[in-house]
C-alpha cells in the first residue's frame, strides 16, 4: 500500500470516528431534555403543549440568527418549504406526545418502547418507499415488536392506555424520517431544522388553541406569567434539542446510517440514570429483558442493512447474468 492510500484510509478512519464520537455526545445529550420535560411536568405543572411549542420556538429562534451569519438571509428559505413545514409539524406531534407520556410513565419505559421506531421505519420504507425487505429483517421487525410487548405489558397494567403513546410517537417520528430521507439532500440541513421549528410552532398553535377549548391537560397552555425557573428550562430543552440534533445530522455526514444507528440504544444509559437520580424509576427485570430483545433485534436490522448495501454495491460478474 502506498503512502497515498495509507494517508488515505487514516483520514478516512478518522472521520468516521469523528462521526461516531458526536452520535455518542448527542445520544447522551438528548435524554436530558426527556428528563427536564418530566421535570416540568411533575414538579412544575406545565403542560406537555406549553413544553414542546417553547422547544420549537426556542429552536427556530436559534437557528435564524446563526443561518444568518453563516450563510445569509436568503438562506432562510429552503427549496422545499412546505415539506420542511411539514415535517417541523409532524416532528412536534410525536414530541407532543412523548412528553405528555413522561408525565405518567418512568423515562426509560417510554424511551424502550420508543426503540421500534426502526422496525416501523423498516415497515414505512416498504410500503412508501417500495424498499425490498428480505425475510430475515421481518424476523428482526417481529423480534423488536415483541421486544415492546414485554415492556407494555406490565407497563399497560400500571399506566393504562399511556403506555402505548411512545408508540404513535415511534410512528410520527418514522413518517418524519421518511420525509427527511426523501429530501434530505436537496437543502442545508441548518435551513430544514429552522423552517421544521416554523412548521412546529404553527402546528403546536393550532393543537393549543384546541386544547384550551376543550381543556385537554396535557395538550393545553397554562398561565405562567412569571419569568423564572419554568422559561428557563423550557429554552434548555430547546437549545438541547437543537444542538443535540445539528449533532446527529453532522454526524450523518461523517459516517454512514449502518455505523451511526445502533448508538441511538446509548439513550437508555442517560434516561435510566437520570430516571432513578430524579424521580427513583427504575425497570423491572422483564422490562429489562424487553430492552435487550429490541436492543438486539435493532443491531441486527441495522447490520444487515450494511451488509445489503455493500453487496449490491459490488459489481456483477458477468456470469452473473447468465
Not at 307 to 318: L, N, R, W
Request: a neutral charge; hydrophobic letters at 55%.
Amino acid at each position: 500500500m502506498s503512502v497515498t492510500e495509507t494517508a488515505t484510509n487514516m483520514s478516512s478512519h478518522n472521520t468516521v470516528a469523528r462521526g461516531m464520537v458526536l452520535m455518542v455526545i448527542a445520544m447522551l445529550l438528548l435524554p436530558l431534555m426527556d428528563g427536564l420535560a418530566k421535570v416540568l411536568a411533575v414538579n412544575y405543572q406545565v403542560t406537555a403543549g406549553q413544553t414542546t411549542f417553547g422547544r420549537f420556538f426556542v429552536q427556530a429562534s436559534l437557528l435564524a440568527p446563526v443561518i444568518i451569519v453563516i450563510y445569509g438571509p436568503k438562506a432562510l428559505v429552503p427549496k422545499q418549504v412546505f415539506i420542511n413545514l411539514l415535517r417541523g409539524a409532524i416532528m412536534s406531534l410525536a414530541v407532543m406526545i412523548f412528553f405528555a407520556t413522561l408525565r405518567y410513565m418512568p423515562i426509560a419505559d417510554a424511551i424502550a418502547v420508543f426503540f421500534i421506531e426502526p422496525f416501523i421505519l423498516t415497515v414505512l420504507s416498504v410500503i412508501i418507499l417500495k424498499e425490498q425487505v428480505g425475510w430475515r429483517r421481518r424476523i428482526a421487525v417481529l423480534c423488536g415488536f415483541a421486544g415492546a410487548m414485554f415492556i407494555i405489558q406490565p407497563s399497560y397494567q400500571v399506566f393504562g392506555a399511556v403506555s402505548l403513546m411512545p408508540i404513535a410517537t415511534a410512528f410520527l417520528f418514522a413518517v418524519y424520517l421518511i420525509l427527511t430521507r426523501q429530501f434530505a439532500a436537496e437543502d442545508n440541513a441548518m435551513s430544514m431544522q429552522f423552517v421544521a421549528g416554523i412548521g412546529g410552532v404553527l402546528m403546536l398553535t393550532c393543537v393549543l388553541s384546541v386544547g384550551n377549548m376543550l381543556n385537554w391537560e396535557d395538550f393545553s397552555s397554562p398561565d405562567i406569567p412569571e419569568f423564572g425557573i419554568r422559561w428557563l428550562l423550557i429554552f434548555a430543552i430547546g437549545a438541547l434539542a437543537t444542538v443535540g440534533h445539528l449533532m446527529v445530522v453532522m454526524a450523518f455526514r461523517l459516517a454512514s446510517a449502518s455505523i451511526l444507528a445502533p448508538f441511538q440504544y446509548l439513550e437508555i444509559v442517560t434516561a435510566t440514570s437520570l430516571g432513578y437520580w430524579l424521580f427513583g424509576d427504575f425497570p423491572d427485570a422483564l422490562k429489562w429483558f424487553g430492552i435487550a430483545i429490541i436492543v438486539s433485534s435493532g443491531i441486527y436490522l441495522f447490520l444487515r442493512e450494511k451488509a445489503v448495501s455493500e453487496q449490491d454495491a459490488v459489481p456483477q460478474s458477468p456470469e452473473t447474468f447468465n
